[in-house]
């Protein structure tokens, strides 16, 4: 089996890569860079061109095409060209994936970020605990499954009395 080693400047241009995809942002949460949410699941540069390898955070997520044509423009401004978007469904997406920068981000935003693992009490449709991103009780209640995005549930506080949103464990 020949093993092969990729050279230090294609290394290095897949590590640029990656830092200019923090800079493009999901258009449904706009806090969170695609790099935060964890849908780049990989960048591969090559004689051919560069592939973006892309998990959506589900199959039928409406933003998805407009994630990957930003994804495209954004490399384009850099003077990248031969820019290729691979849509990868296997394995799904799952909120384990947000890093910590982006579950930081999505607290200071206002969105209660996802729990590490989905709660086994949704299994029986009980509603997680979530507690409040701006004053951290735990005393909150869910309003409705849906919020702005099929994504997000809305709670309301009772402590601190503040509506929120929480992004729900896929």
């Not at 949460?29 to 964890?38: A, T």
């Not at 384990?96 to 206002?110: F, V």
């Not at 979530?130 to 499954?145: E, F, H």
Request: glycine share 6%; proline share 7%; hydrophobic share 40%.
């Amino acid at each position: 089996m020949m093993v092969i080693r990729k050279h230090a400047r294609q290394e290095r241009l897949e590590a640029q890569i990656l830092a200019w995809l923090e800079d493009v942002a999901d258009p449904e949460i706009p806090v969170l860079s695609v790099v935060d949410l964890g849908i780049v699941r990989g960048v591969h540069a090559g004689a051919d061109g560069i592939e973006i390898e892309v998990t959506p955070t589900y199959s039928g997520c409406p933003a998805t095409d407009v994630i990957e044509q930003s994804i495209v423009d954004a490399l384009e401004e850099r003077g990248l060209n031969s820019i290729r978007v691979r849509r990868c469904l296997s394995p799904p997406w799952t909120t384990d994936w947000i890093s910590a920068a982006g579950r930081a981000k999505l607290a200071a935003y206002g969105i209660a970020p996802p729990d590490r693992s989905a709660d086994k009490r949704s299994l029986s449709g009980d509603a997680p605990r979530v507690s409040c991103p701006r004053c951290a009780s735990g005393n909150t209640a869910l309003v409705s499954q849906f919020g702005s995005t099929p994504c997000k549930a809305a709670y309301r506080c009772a402590s601190c009395l503040e509506p929120f949103e929480y992004f729900k464990c896929l």
